[in-house]
């Protein structure tokens, strides 16, 4: 079996993305790493090549800046990646993503379970989604709770907006793909970089989602009843970067107003409280 890891960046360390740390959590698992670094304005390129390691192969690309509509840019980026990728799997991995030291072997183990069974497309992962401090976690249906990161890299997927796969099959209509679950967690940690550092990715990013970002950004703009405590442990290669880059006060905005889409969300928790749902949205088909 060979694992191939993959992913995309640009401008990593100008919108304080952990790149570094997400790309050596998952360096121990594959076999080789494709990493497609957009030209920009900071060192990311520099920051990982100095990672050395005989695994990693950098793909330089310039994005289409022409392009506004719905992520699709970040499609082409992600797929340029995987492209260049030959192993059995293809793990995509985002940039404020970690992977925990302790669940290695639980995806290897899943990884070699899987192979032989052509009907498991993808792998879907359990998510952590860490708001405001690495101290408590968004759980609202807003946020999902399990998603695709491993891909069978011996079909005709693509990716529509760089977030999830679709599995194309003929060539008039896509799919989803069937995923079994690793059992293992993604841990993500995009929403506790620094204020300022997130003012400006979404800055940046918001060019390609046909929108335009505000000038500032404050954690505490969110209903504070989707969050709850964290009880578990970091992945211990994230451990410097939360104590040096990560937000660590959350402040709830008083005068914050409840949105319809904040209000929708409390009344599907209240059902999944009741009946033991999961209304979050799911990108693959589970695979039984």
Same mark, same amino acid.
């Given at each position: 079996? %060979? ?7 640009? =401008? ?29 304005? #900071? ?11 005989? %695994? ?6 310039? $994005? !289409? ?17 995987? /492209? !260049? ?10 940039? #404020? ?29 359990? /998510?952590?989604?860490? /708001? ?10 807003? $946020? +999902?709770? =399990? ?10 997927? +693509? ?15 896509? *799919? ?14 995009? /929403? ?26 404050? +954690?505490? !703009? ?20 939360? #104590? ?6 959350? *402040?709830? !905005? ?7 889409? #904040? ?9 999944? %409280? $009741?009946?033991? $749902? ?8 589970? +695979?039984?």
């Amino acid at each position: 079996m %060979k694992i191939s890891g993959f992913t995309f960046l640009r =401008n990593g360390t100008l919108m304080g993305y952990p790149y570094l740390e997400s790309i050596r959590s998952l360096l121990p698992l594959v076999d080789e790493f494709v990493i497609n670094i957009g030209a920009g304005n #900071d060192d990311t390129y520099e920051r990982v090549a100095a990672i050395a390691d005989p %695994k990693i192969r950098i793909i330089r690309s310039h $994005w !289409n800046e022409g392009i506004h509509a719905k992520g699709f840019v970040y499609a082409q980026q992600k797929m340029i990646a995987q /492209y !260049n990728c030959t192993g059995d799997w293809a793990f995509y991995l985002e940039g #404020d993503e970690v992977l925990h030291e302790n669940d290695l072997n639980r995806i290897r183990e899943s990884m070699l379970l899987h192979l032989p069974d052509p009907k498991v497309e993808a792998l879907a992962f359990h /998510y952590h989604h860490f /708001y405001g401090t690495p101290n408590q976690v968004a759980t609202s249906p807003a $946020w +999902y709770r =399990n998603e695709v990161r491993v891909i069978r890299n011996t079909i005709r997927t +693509y990716a529509p907006d760089g977030l999830y796969w679709m599995v194309m099959p003929t060539h008039r209509r896509g *799919r989803h793909p069937h995923a079994a679950h690793t059992g293992a967690h993604i841990y993500h940690y995009g /929403y506790v970089r620094s204020a300022e550092r997130m003012a400006e990715k979404n800055r940046r990013v918001a060019q390609y989602w046909d929108g335009v970002a505000a000038s500032t950004f404050d +954690y505490g !703009n969110i209903d504070a009843r989707i969050l709850v405590p964290f009880s578990g442990s970091h992945p211990g290669i994230i451990e410097a970067w939360l #104590d040096n880059e990560a937000e660590q006060t959350f *402040r709830p !905005n008083p005068s914050y107003r409840l949105s319809k889409r #904040d209000k929708k969300h409390r009344i599907s928790m209240k059902l999944e %409280k $009741w009946f033991g $749902w999961d209304l979050s949205r799911k990108h693959y088909l589970p +695979y039984k």
